[in-house]
């Protein structure tokens, strides 16, 4: 029997390369399901009373990590969320593992066109402000996506509509919170 919307207890992870749609689909996804949902990165902002940029030219990346993983580990309630991670916090050693004893962990996944296309007007993402973001994310994007497949689930989001994701996303989570909540040993 399918959980009813309010009910879920185990958290839900969205990872995956800036640009792929994890707040979006995880905010749809937290409404739908009556889930809280956390966005990794604005709860680092607001706990930092300063922009990403800002904590990345003050403080340097990994200062930023270390805040991000802070969020991760403590930042939020042990059940009943959706979390958006920052496209980066997979690349931390041992996140991955972090992420699995907490909950179900999917990797939302797209093109490096669709990023590029998706990530263009945004300034607020320090990793692209270099003179060739394009070439940046195709680099970045071949040393992640190792991770990333090992991550968890793999849904693409390129050209398909918002409903038809979050739906495809929903089914997954169901699928596995189920599996997650059995007696382990």
Do not use: W
Request: with cysteine; glycine share 10%; net charge positive.
């Amino acid at each position: 029997m399918l959980q009813q919307p309010g009910q879920h207890t185990v958290n839900l992870y969205l990872v995956g390369f800036m640009g792929t749609g994890k707040t979006t689909v995880g905010r749809a996804l937290a409404q739908r399901l009556r889930m809280q949902f956390v966005d990794v990165d604005a709860e680092v902002e607001r706990l930092a009373g300063m922009q990403i940029a800002e904590i990345f030219e003050r403080e340097g990346e990994a200062a930023f990590r270390r805040r991000e993983r802070d969020v991760v580990v403590a930042g939020h309630a042990p059940s009943g969320c959706i979390v958006s991670c920052g496209g980066g916090l997979i690349m931390q050693p041992g996140m991955v593992g972090e992420l699995r004893k907490r909950g179900v962990v999917i990797c939302l996944t797209a093109s490096a066109e669709t990023i590029i296309q998706r990530t263009a007007n945004n300034r607020n993402r320090p990793l692209l402000n270099v003179d060739d973001p394009a070439a940046r994310i195709r680099e970045m994007l071949m040393r992640r996506e190792p991770l990333y497949r090992e991550a968890g689930t793999q849904v693409l989001t390129d050209h398909r509509p918002l409903p038809e994701i979050v739906a495809h996303v929903q089914r997954v989570y169901l699928r596995e919170a189920r599996e997650f909540a059995l007696p382990r040993g």
